[in-house]
């Protein structure tokens, strides 16, 4: 591609191309450099190499085409090792199939046989070519995200989360995270770069990945797009562990729980479910807003039944006090859950704390002036109480 850039967008000649002006860069890619020889089409005169050894790489005229018998020479020392002599340059014993024919047609003695750079370039790429793989086709088409069409773009990152297993560690960090980063930060990226987005980051050193990463999750979850957030939600388990707390409760927590008031009923569902991760890390704050958005989900009837389920999964992490001091709420259905709270976490109580505590504190429910607690309270008392197991 830069011989191509070179060639029929500048009209220039590089003069130089050979293994010695080939550098990668972090992600293994290669760069050409060595442009100190490099002169226009309209130029009479070809600069004279100060370096002997470089002799070697040049062919026998001086045409436009030497890019490209540079370009041979590079293939065979890559392929077969230094150059010694003129004769090696027909030896492509050690070259694939797919590229041994490319290859003779750079190092053609007759300049006007050698193929144009573009023109080679889409040759390797056509079906059953050198290029034609999955690896390099995403590596092209990753410089064009921003061009794409938002399905053609969705599509890619399906594809792209499917074969980046496939890829080097370096390439996946340093090439493919900067043009997702890129996408996402400008917009347009759709919910499906999350996957690729957080199988990469599962490369990344912690600092890295704290600013990187979770910079983007926090702003994910702040979108008013309803996909992007369920995706989140869906893959909360794969960034959970490197969510620091006080992350999760400054400036997460807010945005996460909006959920649980969502129209859709997907979302309120995997808001639910994403608590049972949440809860561990959550401060008794948060904790106590948790259970008055529980109250409310427990009057929804889809959804019912799993909130009992999670409220109890979650009553290990809760502070003693936070199921207590839910009866004390002036919302009565945030006392009603509080009831229903303790009578689905009775298990998880000590004697004493029954005794003295548990007991005493639901005992007050019976003077509420909200009939749904009187029977939620009785509910819990002759029913969950007596047909609990305390030890």
């Not at 790489?57 to 090792?81: A, I, Q």
């Not at 199988?199 to 979770?214: A, N, S, T, W």
């Not at 999750?217 to 008013?224: K, L, P, W, Y």
């Not at 995997?270 to 959550?282: N, R």
């Amino acid at each position: 591609k830069s011989i191509s850039f070179l060639s029929n967008d500048c009209s220039l000649i590089h003069n130089n191309v050979a293994i010695h002006s080939v550098f990668a860069d972090a992600a293994g890619e290669w760069k050409l450099s060595g442009v100190e020889w490099m002169y226009s089409y309209n130029d009479t005169n070809v600069p004279l190499k100060t370096f002997q050894y470089l002799n070697k790489y040049d062919p026998p005229e001086n045409m436009k085409s030497r890019d490209m018998w540079g370009l041979g020479c590079l293939l065979l020392e890559v392929f077969n090792g230094p150059i010694h002599q003129s004769s090696n340059l027909r030896d492509t014993s050690k070259f694939p199939k797919s590229l041994s024919s490319h290859y003779l047609q750079c190092v053609n003695a007759n300049p006007m046989a050698r193929p144009n750079p573009s023109e080679l370039l889409q040759s390797l790429k056509e079906r059953g070519g050198y290029l034609s793989n999955t690896f390099i086709s995403l590596n092209l088409k990753i410089e064009e995200l921003q061009l794409m069409e938002a399905d053609r773009k969705n599509h890619f990152f399906v594809e792209l989360n499917k074969s980046l297993d496939l890829f080097p560690d370096s390439f996946a960090h340093h090439k493919v995270l900067p043009h997702l980063l890129n996408v996402f930060e400008f917009g347009g990226a759709g919910p499906t770069v999350l996957a690729p987005l957080l199988k990469i980051g599962k490369l990344l050193p912690e600092d890295e990945y704290q600013r990187k990463i979770v910079s983007c999750i926090v702003r994910c979850f702040g979108s008013n797009d309803r996909a992007t957030r369920l995706n989140l939600l869906q893959h909360l388990d794969q960034f959970i562990d490197q969510l620091q707390p006080s992350v999760l409760n400054n400036s997460l927590f807010g945005q996460i729980v909006t959920g649980f008031t969502d129209t859709v009923p997907t979302i309120r569902e995997h808001t639910i479910k994403a608590s049972l991760l949440l809860a561990p890390k959550l401060n008794d704050s948060n904790l106590s807003q948790l259970l008055k958005f529980f109250a409310k989900c427990q009057l929804d009837a889809g959804i019912r039944t799993n909130t009992t389920i999670c409220l109890g999964k979650i009553a290990p992490h809760l502070n003693k006090q936070a199921f207590t001091r839910s009866l004390k709420d002036p919302f009565p259905p945030a006392r009603s859950a509080g009831i229903g709270a303790l009578g689905s976490t009775l298990s998880y109580y000590t004697p004493v704390d029954m005794a003295t505590r548990i007991i005493p504190s639901l005992n007050h429910m019976t003077v509420d002036k909200d009939k749904l607690i009187h029977y939620r309270y009785f509910y819990v008392i002759f029913i969950n109480l007596l047909t609990t197991p305390i030890y």
